[in-house]
């Protein structure tokens, strides 16, 4: 059984650039939610989707935007980059059950993104 | 907002010590606690986590964690070290929501040195 697959695993962009990030949820899951790692730090949550609408967010500001297909796959999309956009970014998904307690998410091995 | 603290940016073991990483979390209620570990160059894998149920929680690769509302304290640990243990650990903390949508809060995370 597959788990979270994400793809490029590795790539480089300049600043200004955008970038494409995508995200296949492990079999069975139907949301999504994205986290930044920076070097040295714990992930930090950018936004999750369900039915291929935003469900939370995180402080990320607008330039950071994704998309969720029917098939729940997902994207990442950061615009104008920064320096400070260069991180781990991983993607994680659930299976959504209200009320059955903590989802547990299982996580890809992520994209790192390097700003230079 | 929630927050969680990892004291120790590293700790090291010996081989067969017994392994003790602390974590503790700010929530105005009793939250969701999670132990993930990363491996290098992998996503994060859960270990174990804390909903409410016996307050010391067992999880895989023998960890355990005991969860004290009274030190609003969820420290790991293993009473014996293995060289496989060597890894990067974080306490993570989500609310009690029952929306079915799970965002986490991550700690800074602490990194397990193990010597033969």
């Known amino acids: 059984d597959a788990g979270v697959t994400q793809s490029p695993t590795h790539l480089i962009k300049t600043r200004g650039q955008q970038v494409t990030l995508r995200c296949s949820p492990k079999s069975g899951h139907d949301t999504v939610s994205w986290y930044q790692q920076a070097l040295g730090q714990g992930p930090q949550f950018i936004f999750q989707?369900?039915?291929?609408?935003?469900?939370q967010r995180g402080n990320f500001p607008d330039r950071f935007s994704g998309h969720q297909f029917p098939n729940y796959s997902s994207e990442l999309n950061v615009n104008a980059l920064l320096l400070g956009d260069s991180a781990l970014y991983l993607c994680?998904?659930?299976?959504?059950?209200?009320?059955?307690?903590?989802?547990?998410?299982?996580f890809g091995a992520g994209s790192r993104l390097t700003v230079l | 907002a929630q927050s969680v603290t990892q004291l120790g940016s590293h700790v090291s073991v010996s081989e067969g010590a017994l392994v003790l990483l602390r974590c503790n979390y700010s929530s105005s209620v009793p939250p969701y606690l999670f132990w993930y570990v990363q491996y290098p160059n992998q996503g994060l894998q859960l270990l174990l986590k804390?909903?409410?149920?016996?307050?010391l929680v067992k999880g895989i690769n023998g960890f355990e964690a005991e969860f004290k509302k009274s030190e609003t304290s969820f420290h790991l640990t293993k009473p014996s070290a293995h060289m496989s243990d060597a890894a990067e650990y974080f306490c993570?903390?989500?609310?009690?929501?029952?929306?079915?949508?799970?965002?986490?809060?991550f700690g800074t995370g602490t990194r397990l040195l193990v010597s033969p």
């Open positions: 994680a998904s659930s299976l959504r059950q209200v009320g059955s307690g903590a989802n547990v998410l299982t």
């Open positions: 993570a903390v989500s609310d009690r929501g029952n929306t079915g949508f799970q965002k986490l809060v």
């Open positions: 989707y369900y039915e291929e609408e935003e469900r």
């Open positions: 804390y909903t409410s149920a016996a307050t």
